[in-house]
Structures are given as C-alpha cells and as structure tokens.
C-alpha cells in the first residue's frame, strides 16, 4: 500500500529552527509537495521537490531524497504564526495526491 | 496568481436539504480540480477528481449520486450534497490544477464549513 508518515505533533520556540521529516512509500513518484494548514482554514502551498536537493523558499526549505523515500522541511527563525499544521504530500504515478496526516507544529515564546 | 476562491465560506442547513459549494479558479484555468473533505483533526481525504467537460471521478466509498460534482468550465467546479444529513457536516476543500490529471501543484480554495441541523 502507499504509505506517508510524518510526526503528529512537534514544539518549538519562537527564534529557534525546526526540521519536520516525512518518509513516504508510494507507487511511483512524481514529486512531493509541502503545504501549511492553519487551523479552521485551507492548505497553502509552500513547496514542491522532484528532484534531489534542497530548495530554499526564505525562512523555509525543503529536501528530498528519492533513494531514501526521504523529505524534510525546515523552517527558520520561528515566528508565532508558524504555528500550523504541515502537510506532506507525494504525487504518485497516477499523479494522484497522497498526503499524510500532518504535523501539528506548535510554537512557544 | 493561482488564487482560488469557494463559496460560501460556511453554510448551516436542515437536514434533507440540498447545499451547493461552487469552487472558482479566479486567475487562471483550471484543467482539473478536486474536492476534499476533512473532519476535525483529521487528514484531508479526497473525494473526487474532475476534469472540464467530463464526469467527475469518484473515490471508493463516496456516494456520486449524494455529492454531485459538475465542472462546466475551466473556471468553476461545483459540489452539491444533496439530502445532507447532520454526518455530512464537515470542511469541504476544493482544490484547482492547470494541468490535466492534477500533474501540477494544486491550489486550495479557503473551503466551506457545512454544518447539517
């Protein structure tokens, strides 16, 4: 089966770096997004890989590992607004949106 | 750009009505879009997929005959659920493609909360 895991939950301090990784095994792949979800609203894009390496998008990055089914998102000097749900999501063969279940980042003063 | 817009942003409704959500690409076309539900708490599950001037396709387990999906232009989507009932409540999300078969990043409207009395 086509699988997405990712942390349910991380805290962090405003200021601070977090990384939140997401392993995935799916059927084929055609890239792998990252989106923001705050609570009550809709995802936002933030990023998508299809090739190895890290993107950098400002205070947010992203880097994927095709061999190791392997991506991770980094997000630098933590604002309060961080504060969201981050979803993982890979493109299957079928290009067909697998997400996971989300991470809850939660950020303290 | 790419901005996409849903409307309403929250409905309440009786129990054995109809609810119709349009899903609108506001600065670009829209190939393909998508809806999806998600209860609190819980991933995004979706729904189904539909392509401009053809026949929504549906994931296992979601009634097409209770969730009518009609993409008329490259533009506008709707959803509506017919005969809602109160487990028909949840946040309902649409998303929009350029590319045909959702091969390209998709853009999320705002969504639609349904409350069912």
Not at chain 2, 22 to 30: G, T, V, W, Y
């Given at each position: 089966g086509q699988n997405i895991d990712q942390p349910t939950e991380m805290t962090a301090t405003e200021g601070a770096i977090v990384q939140i990784n997401c392993t995935y095994q799916t059927s084929g792949f055609n890239g792998l997004f990252w989106y923001q979800q705050h609570a009550g609203e809709a995802p936002t894009f933030l990023s998508y890989n299809v090739l190895d390496g890290l993107e950098e998008?400002?205070?947010f990055s992203s880097f994927l590992s095709r061999s190791k089914g392997y991506s991770y998102l980094l997000l630098?000097?933590?604002q309060m607004k961080d504060s969201a749900s981050y979803l993982c999501a890979v493109m299957d063969s079928n290009y067909q949106l697998i997400w996971g279940a989300g991470t809850k980042l939660i950020i303290k003063p | 750009g790419a901005v996409v817009s849903q409307h309403p942003s929250w409905v309440i409704c009786k129990s054995g009505t109809s609810v119709k959500i349009?899903?609108?690409?506001?600065?670009?076309?829209?190939t393909t879009m998508f809806w999806y539900r998600q209860f609190p708490k819980q991933s995004l599950m979706l729904m189904a997929t539909s392509n401009e001037g053809s026949k929504a396709t549906y994931e296992q387990g979601v009634e097409k005959d209770k969730f009518l999906i009609n993409h008329a232009s490259l533009t506008l989507s709707t959803l509506t659920?017919?005969?809602a009932h109160p487990e028909d409540s949840s946040f309902y999300i649409c998303s929009a493609s350029r590319l045909a078969g959702g091969s390209d990043t998709q853009y999320f409207g705002p969504g639609t909360r349904l409350t069912v009395l």
């Open positions: 998008k400002g205070r630098k000097e933590l | 349009e899903c609108r690409s506001l600065d670009f076309q829209a659920v017919t005969s």
